[in-house]
């Protein structure tokens, strides 16, 4: 098995128009994709981001507000997955619930040492 | 032990809408019920968009109000309303209030919503979207109004609501009375939207009615509001429910009382039913109680000709002398005929058809031409059904009196007039 960064973007200009039913059924699609795709019975390990930080350049003289990305790049939450290819990486992420919003997710894998 | 984000129970997310929405308008005053709504609706999403990454917090309410609660003073903040700024960072560290702080907060914001100020139609849009946490569309789509039509009139139920500084607070003891009339009116109205039309996506429709119910139940867990009224009403909502799925074919189209598969009734509901009519000592000059004693008739008849109609047909009687109100007396009109024959019922029928009410109702011909054609006029049947088909608004109504006619026009041994 291969280790895989899935790093979600975007999806979110459609979720301030969804009804708390909406969201919940859509949260709870999020919950059982993370745990289907882990191999134990807990959601695959990761983390949802803030959408803004800092960005940190030449030795911590410069200093900025950042992701200074549009919102669609934001960056909102990794996972870590683990799979046996590239392949078989991405046709997991498929069933990923931001697509019914249009959000992407970029599959990485990492490298072995 | 904490559920991860998908094992939380149903409608969820609604229920905690209503509660934190009420809990932050008592707190900041109505005048912010607007900027309350979006900071739930945004501790929602954030809810939404970090809970799947872990196990949900051990107190999901207490996150979603604590985080909503933030938004709002940010909000506040934002508008530079200083006096919350110096005030409020301590009291948001307030604890959670108990489920009965909660309850009681929530039976205060149902009076605010059926104030009787505003238009029933601004008392149900109201209900549905605070305590009922469902979005505009989703309330256009259970009332099968336009988006657009909802929308509008939120904005003008809530100006209204804001411009009466609607208090959350119960009435006085004198008022109470009369002001739980007008709250077990709505509930009542809220019920029947979801309960009497069988188009429209039933799912919503149903929510509906468990909305109704949900908030009638929290009327009952108060002492001051738990009366022969509101019990009454529960009993008959837990009645009508039970026969929610059966008044529907499986191909949508709407199945009358006499050919509902009596087994496919929920036999829980009508026992609840059962249970909080027989709790009704004074029930002769309560509406509530005659139709639930109806109800209850129904619920126990193991079949539409066993059904005890004579008894059905007093009650309807008693509620018509109370009501006064033409519709009652239509609905009276088949148990009459059950009783009495289909001719008394049509002399029944006559007394009443001149009501403006009735004026253009497709029941009114549609219920003669039922009575004519037992009584073999079958001419005068088709010309009624043709004349309901007119009037007819509902697709699906229009439809089955297509249907009768064509049975009618096509009766084999149609007798002679």
Not at chain 2, 27 to 35: M, N, Q, S
Not at chain 2, 136 to 162: D, G, M, V
Not at chain 2, 325 to 354: F, M, R
Request: glycine share 6%; net charge neutral; with cysteine.
């Amino acid at each position: 098995m291969k280790q895989f960064l899935y790093l979600f973007r975007g999806g979110d200009e459609g979720y301030a128009e969804q009804s708390p039913e909406e969201m919940q059924a859509h949260m709870a699609r999020w919950g059982e994709w993370m745990t289907k795709i882990s191999n134990t019975d807990q959601p695959v390990p990761g983390l949802p981001l803030h959408e803004s930080g800092k960005v940190v350049a030449d030795g911590g003289n410069l200093i900025t507000d950042g992701p200074f990305t549009e919102g669609k790049e934001i960056v909102g939450g990794y996972v870590l997955v683990e799979a046996n290819d590239l392949d078989h990486a991405v046709e997991l992420s498929k069933e990923c619930p931001i697509f019914e919003f249009g959000g992407t997710v970029e599959v990485r894998e990492a490298i072995k040492m | 032990m904490p559920a991860n984000s998908f094992q939380l129970v149903d409608h969820f997310f609604r229920t905690e809408y209503s509660k934190a929405v009420t809990y932050l308008t008592s707190r900041f005053g109505t005048a912010h019920l607007e900027a309350a709504e979006d900071a739930v609706q945004e501790a929602l999403m954030k809810a939404m968009q970090t809970w799947p990454y872990q196990t949900t917090p051990d107190n999901p309410t207490g996150w979603i109000i604590r985080t909503a609660t933030n938004k709002l003073i940010d909000h506040l903040r934002r508008q530079q309303k200083v006096y919350y700024a110096t005030k409020l960072p301590e009291q948001a560290a307030s604890p959670q209030p108990s489920e009965e702080v909660f309850s009681d907060e929530l039976i205060k914001m149902i009076f605010a919503c059926c104030s009787p100020s505003l238009s029933i139609e601004h008392q149900l849009i109201l209900t549905l979207k605070i305590l009922g946490g469902l979005s505009i569309r989703e309330i256009a789509a259970a009332l099968l109004k336009k988006e657009e039509t909802i929308a509008k009139a939120y904005t003008r139920a809530k100006k209204k609501f804001k411009d009466q500084n609607l208090r959350l607070e119960l009435p006085v003891a004198d008022a109470l009375p009369i002001r739980l009339q007008a709250v077990t009116k709505a509930l009542y109205l809220l019920f029947n939207e979801g309960y009497k039309c069988t188009t429209g996506d039933q799912l919503i429709r149903k929510d509906l009615c468990e909305e109704a119910m949900r908030l009638n139940h929290l009327l009952l867990g108060h002492t001051q509001l738990n009366n022969e009224h509101t019990r009454a009403l529960m009993a008959l909502m837990h009645y009508q429910v039970a026969r929610f799925e059966a008044r529907v074919s499986a191909d949508g189209n709407p199945v009358s009382l006499r050919d509902q598969n009596r087994e496919s009734w929920d036999h829980q509901h009508i026992q609840l039913g059962d249970r909080y009519l027989a709790t009704i000592k004074h029930g002769q000059s309560n509406e509530y109680f005659l139709q639930a004693a109806i109800a209850g008739i129904h619920s126990r008849a193991t079949s539409y000709s066993s059904t005890n109609w004579a008894h059905i047909y007093q009650l309807y009687q008693k509620l018509y002398q109370l009501t006064q109100n033409p519709i009652i007396g239509l609905n009276s009109i088949i148990p009459c005929a059950e009783v009495y024959g289909p001719k008394q019922a049509l002399i029944e029928l006559k007394k009443l058809e001149d009501a403006p009410i009735l004026n253009g109702n497709y029941l009114v011909p549609a219920t003669k031409s039922e009575l004519y054609e037992r009584v073999g006029e079958i001419k005068k049947a088709i010309s009624e059904a043709e004349m309901a088909l007119k009037f007819a608004v509902n697709k699906r109504d229009k439809l089955f009196l297509t249907k009768k006619i064509f049975k009618l026009v096509n009766r084999p041994t149609s007798k002679p007039m």
